[in-house]
């Protein structure tokens, strides 16, 4: 049995961690309120944008030289895939990271040697990557205290820069999908080419110019960067949803053990309470 000393040392030493465990779900818990109202806000401005784009799409017959990024069907072309994989650059978030790394390891065992080149968001990510034997082309160190539009930016127009200089048939983004706090799934989600859902309706949408080169050069980098922006939202919520779970749990099971040690130790001390109280009995029947 281990001393009364030893005991308290234990406890204080978890008592610290759990100080840090509960520091970092109050740092998490501050963030993800920020974090959601902004995703919310940009899965509305896709969808919007998303919207316009199919309304464009029934007016004007897209250029020859866009026709590779746009489709009509929901079937996309798997021959030459770029994949992009999200993940966080840290751990402590639960089985964040390692669902999205599983999700994505299983997609590239599915489509074999299809899978062309990778995208890392997140030192995860582009470990991940590279640990497949594929080359990073491009890798993304996430910013902790948020994210920021320009950094869609950034990713759209290399990756799109990648698609044409790579001659890929299509992009795929895993990442994490957030639905409340004790719910997030990962997802392997199509982002090029952008599926134009035509409505056989006449729109009331006035385009001008009526120039189909300039309407779709505008209009295709920033739906796809919208787009990234709001996976790139979802996915920082999801982590910091993972994270605030995770340091709760861990708060919660410190507090457990120190219970039990305390327990313990409180043992310890009674044995040894009563080991003195019966040396003194002892000792004053031996003086009798």
Do not use: W
């Not at 902790?144 to 990713?155: L, P, R, S, V, Y």
């Not at 080419?193 to 980098?221: G, H, Q, R, Y």
């Not at 410190?254 to 109280?277: C, F, H, P, Y």
């Amino acid at each position: 049995m281990q001393s009364i000393s030893e005991l308290r040392k234990q406890i204080r030493g978890i008592a610290s961690t759990q100080k840090i465990t509960n520091a970092m779900k109050m740092v998490a818990g501050a963030r993800f309120n920020k974090a959601l109202s902004l995703m919310h806000n940009t899965q509305t401005f896709h969808n919007e944008l998303k919207v316009t784009f199919d309304a464009i799409s029934s007016v004007l017959e897209p250029p020859s030289s866009k026709r590779k990024l746009i489709s009509v069907s929901d079937t996309i072309p798997e021959d030459r895939i770029g994949i992009i994989v999200m993940t966080g650059d840290k751990g402590l978030c639960g089985d964040f990271n390692t669902s999205i790394l599983k999700e994505a390891n299983r997609f590239f065992v599915d489509k074999g040697n299809s899978v062309k080149a990778g995208f890392g968001v997140g030192r995860k990510a582009s470990n991940f990557i590279r640990s497949t034997g594929l080359t990073v082309k491009s890798e993304y160190p996430l910013v902790t205290t948020g994210i920021e539009f320009a950094f869609a930016d950034k990713i759209g127009r290399e990756i799109l820069s990648a698609f044409a200089t790579e001659d890929l048939s299509s992009i795929v983004c895993v990442s994490s999908r957030f639905h409340s706090m004790g719910k997030r799934s990962v997802t392997a989600t199509p982002l090029l080419p952008l599926i134009a859902k035509k409505k056989e309706t006449t729109t009331d949408l006035l385009i001008e110019p009526l120039d189909s080169d300039e309407v779709f050069a505008a209009m295709i980098p920033l739906l796809f960067k919208a787009q990234i922006f709001s996976l790139l939202q979802e996915n920082y919520v999801s982590e910091l949803s993972a994270r605030i779970r995770a340091m709760d749990n861990a708060t919660t099971n410190a507090g457990v053990i120190i219970d039990q040690i305390t327990l313990e130790m409180n043992k310890a001390r009674q044995a040894s309470i009563t080991r003195e109280i019966a040396e003194i009995i002892g000792t004053n029947e031996v003086i009798k």
